[in-house]
């Protein structure tokens, strides 16, 4: 009989019961009792869950408080010093403070490091290593977690990350060698095995998604040392599990590791299976990543059933499990929960519980099981009611992008010809300041959308009280002396989904929640259909706060690309065209907003390093387009008009000069939790434009001293003139609340304020 396994389940509960659980606990209304007694009834749920829809082998360990990768720093005891005293009075604060940092009871910690997790929008934290680094089991969450679940009826497969992905993905404080420390890490994994082992798990399934990147020959080597090491030690066997794309040419060297099974991303790669069915010894599982993990929609199955098939012949029934192409973390839990939805729309999507049932389906017809076929001819009605559907092609799309120019992505005049009239136009001080865009969406506001989404706020009620709600921010600005000012961005849900509700071609669910870091969660809309814009989207808020103010006031928008990674994008078409229907609606709100007389503009591309390939030799193609994407939105406007874009939480060294053809005006980046390491690119390259490096992590309740942003704009001094440097946060600041909001801006202006000091005095 075929078996249906996952990698991983959605943590955070079908009504974000994890988040609302975190969240009263660092504002100290509920335990850590409660809050672990929540984690233990959210995993109990999601093992009945994957019962439910067909699943025979179900992940344990899958399940995190706030990401993976910090669970496995803390688990092989990897803390930098700093935290080493809090974790061991009181292991949870210890974790929460490397998540989140902490400032309260004479402690104050930063947070470490957030970046993305490989090509998604998931965050993980960053481990901070050194040479000679120690490591050892602190406490036993995987072995824990395999006992809860047997406990419960379940007999699980724990999920670890894999040792060298570990490192790989880690950072080392004093620049050595991550790989160096593998011989010091391996026998504690070896040592968390044998425990396992001896617990009764039959299979451990080892993450290292790093084996679909780029390796040189120094990782290389690591992973044929690591495996060889863990084959010697008592252990379960090993599902050694990669995804986001093809082993390519580490195929080789994965056929050779000491492991039992395998698993292949075959929706990502289809075309790698040959390759490995070729390679792959005889006798061992593979598992076949069939379905995705990282979109909605309802997969082909027929196709899905031809791959089955022909890995089915090579390695036999026995050997061969069905499993979706990652953990199901990217996708929302069930889609049955979503009573609102279209019904036509709904037919087409398909979430993780659904995911589940679809390899149940397969497995069933691989095994010739009776009735299998109706599931299968119900697929594929539902597959051909979303070709025919007239919902999804505008004609008037396909003619206006055929009607683009080169033209149409370029500027009038380079930027040292822009600056002059924009200095001109807007008469800023050197350094000046400024935010991302949003401010504090506190609990007034949430309840006053709410109770306008239920029609118990007429819309004139709900204007006017956006309306004090603007004017109480741009006051707030005016009085601490920002520069450049914004609206507060409170008639808006979140950054993607604002936009999407205005376009046609987008729908959206109620619950389809998805984590992003932490207790962070997004709802990412559904391009369903060719984009296009009906009317204006912003104008109106953008010039009812600039008429409050003598001060420059910017519009916000959000960029082609992050709109499009940050959705459940449409799979019948090339990424690139729906992002040029995307970026072209945006280029008619620019314009808007410009005849508006909203001189500064702003179009956050954060999700741009994201969006690049995991592979070398596919960046150039994508670069090509999501550029042209971004300058097709920000080229339609007049030489004074300012454009800014801004960035989060990506590593800009190996594409600094594409960051540099977006042609933006100024660019703001993350770059304090990172203490500014993220201006070594701009060492290596010129920047001409003007940059506003974050001078404090927003996603941190703790609030910087301004001696600190003096010293973190101080090191930006060191690689950029005074003529581009802005002062600004590091991100939005939605999720802030109003008091430590008011403090860390009045800090910054201060900040700022000393530095131009600094440069008078030099002069």
């Known amino acids: 009989m075929t078996s249906v396994t996952n990698l991983g389940f959605p943590r955070i509960g079908p009504r974000r019961e994890l988040k609302h659980a975190l969240e009263r606990y660092w504002k100290g209304e509920d335990s850590a009792d409660t809050l672990q007694a929540t984690a233990a009834a959210l995993r109990a749920q999601h093992w009945q869950l994957q019962r439910q829809a067909g699943a025979d082998v179900l992940p344990s360990n899958d399940f995190s408080l706030y990401d993976h990768v910090l669970d496995t720093a803390f688990l092989f005891d990897a803390l930098p010093q700093r935290y080493r005293a809090l974790a061991d009075a009181d292991p949870l604060a210890g974790y929460f403070a490397m998540a989140r940092g902490v400032q309260t009871g004479g402690i104050d910690l930063r947070a470490l490091e957030m970046t993305k997790w490989f090509d998604t929008n998931y965050h993980y934290i960053v481990p ?73 798990a039959a299979w451990v399934q080892i993450d290292e998604p790093t084996l679909v990147l780029d390796l040189d020959e120094a990782a290389k080597a690591a992973f044929a040392r690591a495996y060889a090491f863990l084959a010697q030690a008592p252990r379960s066997r090993l599902l050694l599990t990669t995804y ?258 205005q376009l046609d071609g987008f729908a959206f669910t109620k619950l389809g929640w998805v984590q992003s ?123 004074a008009t300012q454009i800014h874009t801004h960035m989060c939480y990506s590593e800009f060294n190996d594409i600094i000069d594409a960051v540099a053809a977006m042609d933006a005006d100024v660019i703001s980046i993350e770059t304090s939790r990172s203490r500014m390491e993220l201006l070594d690119a701009f060492v290596r390259f010129r920047y001409p434009n003007g940059i506003g490096p974050g001078v404090y992590d927003i996603h941190s309740p703790r609030v910087p001293s301004v001696e600190e942003m003096v010293e973190l704009l101080r090191k930006a001094r060191a690689v950029l003139s005074p003529e581009q440097l802005w002062v600004n946060p590091d991100c939005g600041l939605k999720t802030r609340g109003w008091d430590e909001t008011r403090h860390a801006l009045e800090q910054m202006v201060e900040a700022a304020r000393r530095l131009r000091a600094d440069l008078a005095q030099a002069a």
């Not at 570990?166 to 050595?176: A, M, V, Y």
């Not at 009239?421 to 807007?426: D, M, R, T, Y």
């Not at 600039?546 to 459940?568: A, D, E, H, I, N």
């Open 128 to 200: 901070e290593l050194h040479a000679g680094q120690e490591f050892a089991l602190r406490g036993d969450k995987p072995v824990a977690q395999f006992l809860e679940a047997r406990a419960a009826g379940f007999d699980t497969r724990p999920v670890l990350l894999g040792p060298v992905s570990f490192l790989l993905l880690s950072k080392t404080t004093d620049g050595s060698d991550r790989l160096a420390l593998l011989e010091r890490l391996l026998p504690v994994y070896a040592q968390l095995l044998e425990r396992l082992h001896a617990a009764g």
């Open 517 to 639: 870091y932490g207790s962070r969660c997004v709802k990412p809309p559904i391009i369903f259909g060719d984009v296009v814009r009906p009317k204006p989207m912003t104008v109106r808020w953008s010039r009812y706060a600039q008429s409050l103010t003598q001060r420059p006031m910017k519009g916000m928008l959000t960029g082609p690309v992050t709109v499009l990674q940050w959705s459940f994008v449409r799979d019948d078409q090339a990424r690139s065209e729906t992002c040029r229907q995307i970026a072209l609606a945006l280029r008619d709100e620019v314009n808007d907003l410009e005849a508006a007389g909203i001189g500064i503009i702003q179009i956050d591309e954060p999700a741009i390093r994201e969006g690049l390939p995991l592979r070398r030799d596919a960046w150039s193609d994508y670069l090509n387009w999501a550029i042209e994407a971004f300058r097709i939105c920000a080229s339609g406007v007049g030489d």
């Open 244 to 501: 986001f794309g093809a082993l390519g040419d580490n195929l080789d060297l994965v056929a050779r590791l000491q492991v039992e099974g395998l698993h292949v991303d075959l929706v990502r790669a289809p075309e790698q299976l040959d390759a490995v069915l070729q390679a792959w010894p005889k006798g061992r599982v593979l598992s076949a990543g069939l379905v995705n993990g990282r979109n909605v929609w309802r997969t082909n199955l027929d196709n899905a059933l031809t791959l089955a098939r022909y890995a089915q012949g090579h390695v036999g029934a026995d050997n061969l499990w069905l499993a979706p192409s990652c953990a199901l973390l990217h996708v929302p839990v069930d889609l049955e929960q979503e009573k609102a939805l279209d019904a036509e729309l709904k037919s087409w999507l398909s979430f993780a519980r659904q995911k589940l049932g679809e390899l149940r389906v397969l497995a069933d017809a691989l095994d010739g099981r009776e009735g299998a076929e109706g599931p299968l001819a119900q697929q594929r009605a539902r597959l051909e009611s979303r070709r025919q559907s007239a919902r999804v092609h505008r004609p008037e799309v396909a003619r206006r992008l055929a009607t683009l120019s080169e033209a149409d992505s370029r500027r009038a005049s380079p930027y040292a010809q822009r600056r002059v009239l924009q200095e001109q136009a807007f008469g800023l001080p050197v350094y000046p300041t400024t935010t991302i865009g949003s401010f504090p969406q506190t609990q007034q506001v949430r309840q006053a959308r709410a109770q306008h989404k239920a029609g118990k706020l007429s819309d004139a009620d709900y204007e006017t009280f956006l309306e004090a709600e603007t004017e109480r921010c741009v006051r707030f600005q005016e009085r601490i002396g920002l520069d450049v000012l914004v609206h507060g961005e409170y008639e808006r849900n979140d950054m993607v989904e604002y936009f999407g509700e």
